[in-house]
């Protein structure tokens, strides 16, 4: 059974930065990546990173999150700055093997002043 277990998130204020992180429980070479879904809202791709470090980004996150992943730790880190309002949502991490997508229990974001 894999187990993906999140960390870092909290109550920052409008402009503030959070970091965030996902431990898996085994070793993968499968993409890797975060999602997020606001109150009322559909769960949404936030960032996906393969194991070479190849990245893709929503475009309302582009140039203010970084998504990386270290191999060695089974681990994938999502660097949130400039954070907005809109960025409010639990964050889950994600990993697609074998057809079936596992996800985190999630971690809540909250930007407000």
């Known amino acids: 059974q894999v187990q993906l277990v999140e960390s870092g998130g909290g109550l920052v204020q409008p402009g503030g930065s959070l970091r965030l992180s996902c431990a898996a429980s085994?070793?993968?070479?499968?993409?890797m990546g975060w999602y997020r879904q606001a109150p009322g809202k559909e769960r949404e791709l936030v960032a996906t990173?393969?194991?070479?470090?190849?990245?893709n980004y929503a475009d309302s996150v582009k140039g203010r999150f970084t998504i990386s992943r270290d191999n060695a730790k089974n681990t994938v880190y999502l660097q949130m700055n400039s954070l907005k309002p809109e960025d409010t949502a639990v964050y889950y991490c994600n990993i697609a093997l074998t057809g079936v997508d596992y996800w985190g229990q999630g971690t809540q974001v909250t930007v407000s002043s």
């Open positions: 085994i070793f993968t070479t499968r993409p």
């Open positions: 990173i393969t194991y070479f470090d190849s990245t």
